[in-house]
T-cell receptor, first 111, second 113 residues
Framework: DAKTTQPPSMDCAEGRAANLPCNHSTISGNEYVYWYRQIHSQGPQYIIHGLKNNETNEMASLIITEDRKSSTLILPHATLRDTAVYYCIVRVDGGAQKLVFGQGTRLTINP | DTAVSQTPKYLVTQMGNDKSIKCEQN?????MYWYKQDSKKFLKIMFS???????INETVPNRFSPKSPDKAHLNLHINSLELGDSAVYFC????????????FGPGTRLTVT
């Protein structure tokens, strides 16, 4: 699985959009970009994933650059409950695949 | 209804003891996993079972033995506990076909004294 690079921490004001970047310059053609988050003391939670098109669901939007070497997770209206560690993971889809977690980005939403 | 549940939530025990952590999922998934999160917060895969068959076994001491009595359960038994085993253990499940997101349990905090 390709390696990902994320900033260790970010801050965002409540109500604003939180934009979390991820670099994955060695991503291969059949690898998807996944985002999970871990709220303090809880199990990781799936947010969204995509291959090359932008994706949106009820939680967030995922913007993947045309060359697929980087992506941005967007939380459109961040709330205090979005404070968590966000993990960007690149992996081949299909089958029983393990998730390889990096250090992630600790996002703090400030009131 | 809880999708992935683990028992116990907290486990405090002494070195050398044997303990088990239980995991159950009611999502109808056919694949289950154990992850370990150490004190530095790194999350690492330990094992994965698909239809009761072991398919992922990372470099884990053989004191750790997973057991899957059926597709909905994956238990983790640890023999001769050591201080370094102190961590939070997360169980997860996923479907092999279709969407592949993994659903995690609440975790079991194991403290070895």
């Amino acid at each position: 699985d390709a390696k990902t690079t994320q900033p260790p921490s970010m801050d965002c004001a409540e109500g604003r959009a939180a934009n979390l970047p991820c670099n994955h310059s060695t991503i291969s053609g059949n690898e998807y970009v996944y985002w999970y988050r871990q709220i303090h003391s809880q199990g990781p939670q799936y947010i969204i994933h995509g291959l090359k098109n932008n994706e949106t669901n009820e939680m967030a939007s995922l913007i993947i650059t045309e060359d697929r070497k980087s992506s941005t997770l967007i939380l459109p209206h961040a709330t205090l409950r979005d404070t968590a560690v966000y993990y960007c993971i690149v992996r081949v889809d299909g089958g029983a695949q393990k998730l390889v977690f990096g250090q992630g980005t600790r996002l703090t939403i400030n009131p | 209804d809880t999708a992935v549940s683990q028992t116990p939530k907290y486990l405090v025990t002494q070195m050398g003891n044997d303990k088990s952590i239980k995991c159950e999922q009611n999502l109808g998934h056919d694949t289950m996993y154990w992850y370990k999160q150490d004190s530095k917060k790194f999350l690492k895969i330990m094992f994965s079972y698909n239809n009761k068959e072991l398919i992922i076994n990372e470099t884990v001491p053989n004191r750790f033995s997973p057991k899957s009595p059926d597709k909905a359960h994956l238990n983790l038994h640890i023999n001769s506990l050591e201080l370094g085993d102190s961590a939070v253990y997360f169980c997860a499940s996923s479907q092999v076909r279709g969407s592949y997101e993994q659903y995690f349990g609440p975790g079991t905090r194991l403290t070895v004294t």
